[in-house]
């Protein structure tokens, strides 16, 4: 068990709706990044948030947004769902953003598929 | 652009023999390295990691040796055993930027341990 606790972990849908996925961090780490694994491939980066603010970005599509709370959670927003946003998205956090431990503990992923 | 290469899909050993997965790089900003054991609907975990500085780590049955001239890094897994059988992930890291924890994963070996 990695700490990082991520919901939901199937989720199925259809083309254009709207999800929201959760994750909640290891207990006082600042910092959760959300990576997607697509079919046969390896996991992307999309994302970082650190204590509230957006630290990094990678090649997150324009219709996905996320965002951290004040506890520190976070929520990937993906919305005008296409079949090709069926992936599993990963949540992932770690102790500092800086020259501190660049290991990331994951969740266990939320498998979206888009029908 | 594919920074962060494993060539091999897939490995099969035997029990007790070594496991050598490879992993190729192209970004010379990369100063970091890691390998995540994944096992199906789990998320990826931790195994070992090495920086640039070294060209050895070693933990328990897991060394990861990294030739920075070839751009090269290997996971030896000695002796195997059959729970080792799971996805193994290359990922790096850069210096400098403002995350650390943006992480570029290869694609991933399978390996199988035949008891």
């Known amino acids: 068990d990695s700490g990082v606790t991520q919901t939901p972990k199937h989720l199925i849908t259809a083309t254009g709706q709207r999800v929201t996925l959760r994750c909640s961090p290891r207990?006082?780490?600042?910092?959760v990044y959300w990576y997607q694994q697509s079919l046969d491939q390896g996991l992307q980066f999309l994302i970082q948030?650190?204590?509230?603010?957006?630290?990094a970005k990678g090649n997150i599509l324009e219709r996905f947004s996320a965002q951290q709370f004040p506890d520190l959670h976070s929520e990937l927003n993906l919305s005008s769902l296409e079949l090709g946003d069926s992936a599993l998205y990963f949540c992932?956090?770690?102790?500092?953003?800086?020259?501190?431990?660049?290991?990331?503990?994951f969740g266990e992923g939320s498998r979206l598929t888009v029908l | 652009d594919q920074q962060v290469k494993q060539n091999s899909p897939s490995l099969s050993v035997q029990e007790g023999r070594i496991s050598i997965l490879n992993c190729d790089y192209t970004n010379s900003m990369f100063d970091y390295f890691l390998w995540y054991k994944k096992y199906p609907a789990e998320g990826p975990t931790f195994l070992i990691s090495?920086?640039?500085?070294?060209d050895k780590n070693e933990d328990g049955r897991f060394t990861v040796f990294l030739n920075k001239s070839a751009k090269h890094l290997s996971l030896h897994i000695v002796p195997s055993q059959p729970g080792d059988s799971a996805v193994y992930f290359c990922?790096?890291?850069?210096?400098?930027?403002?995350?650390?924890?943006?992480?570029?994963f290869g694609q991933g070996t399978i390996l199988t341990v035949h008891p």
């Open positions: 090495i920086s640039s500085i070294k």
């Open positions: 948030y650190y204590n509230g603010e957006e630290r």
């Open positions: 992932a956090s770690s102790a500092t953003s800086g020259l501190g431990s660049r290991e990331l503990f």
């Open positions: 990922a790096a890291s850069a210096a400098g930027g403002t995350s650390y924890g943006k992480l570029t």
């Open positions: 207990s006082g780490d600042l910092s």
